[in-house]
């Protein structure tokens, strides 16, 4: 079980830019799937992006239609840290973010994108005016 702590969240204007940070504690971090889920007022929530380990140094990135081009998905691992850098935010992308990690090395991108997922943390507010 991994405890995972975000950050970097806050209000921005339409067009611009945040770059969200999750830090994690507890287990082995590098081999740990991770991804960012947001969820807006009175709606579910819902995949954004992930990074999956496949094994060795080799990682893959997925991200929901709604964000590619626009969002990007990093990791560092010696500082156990997984990034969300969001450019070119619209007022749709209003949301509480929430980073969540999984141990499992067998778990899918379909589980994934499910929410099937074994850790989150708190949420961060991002909040786009226009």
């Known amino acids: 079980q991994v405890q995972l702590v975000e950050s970097g969240g806050g209000l921005v204007q339409a067009g611009g830019s945040l770059r969200l940070s999750c830090a994690a504690s507890g287990g082995t971090f590098s081999r740990y799937t991770m991804g960012w889920f947001r969820q807006a007022p009175g709606k579910e929530r819902k995949f954004v992006a992930s990074?999956?380990?496949?094994?060795?140094?080799?990682?893959?990135?997925n991200y929901a239609d709604s964000v590619k081009g626009r969002f990007t998905i990093s990791r560092d691992n010696a500082k156990n840290t997984v990034y969300l850098q969001m450019n070119s935010l619209k007022v749709e992308d209003t949301a509480v973010y929430y980073c969540?990690?999984?141990?499992?090395?067998?778990?899918?991108?379909?589980?994934?994108?499910?929410?099937?997922?074994?850790?989150w943390g708190q949420g961060t507010q991002v909040t786009v005016s226009s």
């Open positions: 969540a990690g999984d141990s499992r090395p067998s778990i899918t991108t379909a589980q994934l994108m499910a929410g099937d997922v074994g850790d």
């Open positions: 990074i999956r380990w496949i094994g060795g140094s080799t990682y893959v990135a």
